[in-house]
């Protein structure tokens, strides 16, 4: 199994710009998670989706932020504008239903917006 | 509310036993991670629990007790490998699991 798999894995963008990360989960998850990692405020959950249904966006801190999951096996998060707070890395999870395995976490986006 | 607290940083010796702790108080719980996080690396998946209670995994284990809102990872037999970021993540699994801060774990030699 090759994972989950993110792209691209480094994105340097300017302010302004639109910025679209992009997630493969694990065949056969059914949960699939997008968070965000920076030295100030740790791992933080932007939305998570169970069955490619959106079920709980409320950590999506702004509208600029958009995420979908048109098919089991694709997904994207969208910044429109980015700006420079932006900068982190980002990070797709994905999961079976049962919690016997965990989450297993992509490599990661590192963003950075100037 | 989610609230997590670890310790930020400890240090231990090669082949020494340590144990980090974590405290919780959210919302809705049924269940709580650990995951380990090398620097510049994805984290990953160490142990869940779900009872109170003891769950070993080799050289890693993990307790939990949900009255108390407490869990603790206990690394034995230190390697320079298990030089990282241990993260606790506490809530409901499949939905909104709240990661905490971590503890930077530095193994000397």
């Known amino acids: 199994d090759a994972g989950v798999i993110q792209s691209p894995r480094h994105e340097v963008t300017e302010m302004g710009q639109e910025v679209t990360l992009r997630c493969k989960p694990i065949?056969?998850?059914?949960?699939l998670f997008w968070y965000r990692q920076t030295m100030m405020r740790g791992l933080e959950l932007l939305i998570y989706f169970n069955n490619n249904v959106p079920i709980d966006d409320s950590g999506m801190p702004e509208d600029r932020f958009s995420a979908k999951m048109p098919n089991a096996s694709f997904s994207t998060l969208k910044i429109q504008p980015s700006e420079p707070r932006d900068s982190a890395v980002y990070f797709c999870?994905?999961?079976?239903?049962?919690?016997?395995?965990?989450?297993?976490f992509g490599s990661g986006t590192r963003l950075t917006v100037v | 509310g989610q609230n997590i607290d670890q310790p930020t940083e400890m240090t231990a010796t090669e082949g020494a036993i340590v144990q980090i702790n974590c405290t919780y108080q959210?919302?809705?719980?049924?269940?709580l991670f650990w995951y380990q996080q090398h620097a510049g690396e994805a984290p990953t998946f160490l142990s869940y629990n779900v009872l109170d209670g003891l769950e070993e995994k080799g050289r890693f284990s993990s307790f939990l007790s949900r009255s108390k809102g407490y869990s603790y990872l206990l690394l034995k037999e230190l390697q320079m490998k298990d030089s990282a970021s241990y993260l606790c993540a506490a809530g409901h699994y499949g939905q909104n699991f709240v990661f905490g801060p971590g503890t930077r774990l530095s193994v000397l030699p």
């Open positions: 999870a994905s999961s079976l239903a049962v919690p016997r395995y965990g989450y297993t």
């Open positions: 065949s056969g998850h059914n949960s």
């Open positions: 959210t919302s809705g719980f049924n269940g």
